[in-house]
């Protein structure tokens, strides 16, 4: 088990940037791969972006591809999401995940992933 907490969210308005950390609680963190997904008011919540535990691999949505980078320090046990060119369709509370032996073909998949945050608010106006 791990936890997670996220901060970084906040209003902004389209175009700016924000940047999104998921710190975890213990050190083994560096063998998590680490997901970050988003839910938008009466949608349902959809994969970001993602990465591997070591960093190897990563996943992009397209709608965010060129826009939004992931990357992590292990050595801070933390996992950041780089957002810019922010969007009004962007607006939603994001979530971190994280899980061992998460495969590269899996890193999207919500399924894989046991331990989450509670979230952080990205609103952005038009």
């Known amino acids: 088990q791990v936890q997670l907490v996220e901060s970084g969210g906040g209003l902004v308005q389209a175009g700016g940037s924000l940047r999104l950390s998921c710190a975890a609680s213990?050190?083994?963190?560096?063998?998590?791969?680490v997901g970050w997904f988003r839910q938008a008011p009466g949608k349902e919540r959809e994969p970001v972006a993602a990465i591997s535990w070591n960093g190897g691999t990563t996943y992009y949505a397209d709608s965010v591809k060129g826009r939004f980078t992931i990357s992590r320090d292990n050595a801070k046990n933390t996992v950041y999401l780089q957002m810019n060119s922010l969007k009004p369709e962007d607006t939603a509370l994001y979530y971190c995940a994280a899980d061992l032996l998460v495969s590269d073909y899996n890193l999207i998949s919500q399924d894989e992933y046991h331990n989450w945050g509670q979230g952080t608010q990205v609103t952005v106006s038009s």
């Open positions: 213990r050190r083994a963190f560096s063998s998590y791969a």
